[in-house]
Each structure stands twice: as structure tokens, then as C-alpha cells.
Nanobody, 121 residues
Framework: QVQLVESGGGLVQPGGSLRLSCTAS????????LGWHRQAPGKVREFVAL????????YAADSVKGRFTISRDSTNNTVYLDMNNLKPDDTAAYYC??????????????WGQGTQVTVSS
């Protein structure tokens, strides 16, 4: 069974920084990508950033480019999201998302429980 363990959310003042981490575990044939989405109250869930596992390429939403950096520890199936210069608009529940092969010829999505990030003075 695949599990995603998230950590690192909290309350921070505007301009501050936080680091989120997500570790994937369980039986998987391969990982396709590991990354983050977020959902603010009353809004749809949106993509934040991901690491494509095969080549390590990273992708980020325009709204966070230059402020958020995603990185990985491939040995431990972990991704980190370093968030700098946080703004009140970044307030949301942040969800780790895993794309992985559990069975051949199919890629499935798995979601973490979410970790709250609140940016407020």
C-alpha cells in the first residue's frame, strides 16, 4: 500500500519562509512524479510544483516561480518544497501528489492528507 507522509506546514509572516517535505513509501514499480498542489478555501485545487522522477526535471506554477523551489532525495523517495517570500495568497492546504506505477501499463495518482500553510501578520 502506498503512503505519503507530509510535514512542514505552519504559520508564517509575509516575507517569511517554510519548507515542506513529502516521503512516498510502499510497493511501487516506479515513480513517475512527486510534487505539490494546494487548495485555498473556496477555490479549486491547483498545481504548485513537481519533480519528474526519471530525469529529475522540475516544473513550477508561474505564481510561485522565483519564490518556491522543489528538490528531491531520490534515495528516500522524498521531495522538498522550499517556499520563500511567502505572501498571504499562498495560504492554503498543501497536498503532496504522487504519480506512480503500481501495476504494469498504468499510472495512478496518490494524494497526501495535506498540510496547512498560513501566511499572516
Amino acid at each position: 500500500q502506498v503512503q505519503l507522509v507530509e510535514s512542514g506546514g505552519g504559520l508564517v509572516q509575509p516575507g517569511g519562509s517554510l519548507r515542506l517535505s513529502c516521503t512516498a513509501s510502499g510497493t511501487m514499480l516506479s515513480i513517475y512524479s512527486l510534487g505539490w498542489h494546494r487548495q485555498a478555501p473556496g477555490k479549486v485545487r491547483e498545481f504548485v510544483a513537481l519533480v519528474r522522477w526519471g530525469d529529475g526535471d522540475t516544473y513550477a506554477a508561474d505564481s510561485v516561480k522565483g519564490r518556491f523551489t522543489i528538490s528531491r532525495d531520490s534515495t528516500n523517495n522524498t521531495v522538498y518544497l522550499d517556499m520563500n517570500n511567502l505572501k498571504p495568497d499562498d495560504t492554503a492546504a498543501y497536498y503532496c501528489k504522487l504519480e506512480a506505477q503500481i501495476v504494469r501499463n498504468r499510472v495512478d495518482d496518490f494524494w497526501g492528507q495535506g498540510t496547512q500553510v498560513t501566511v499572516s501578520s
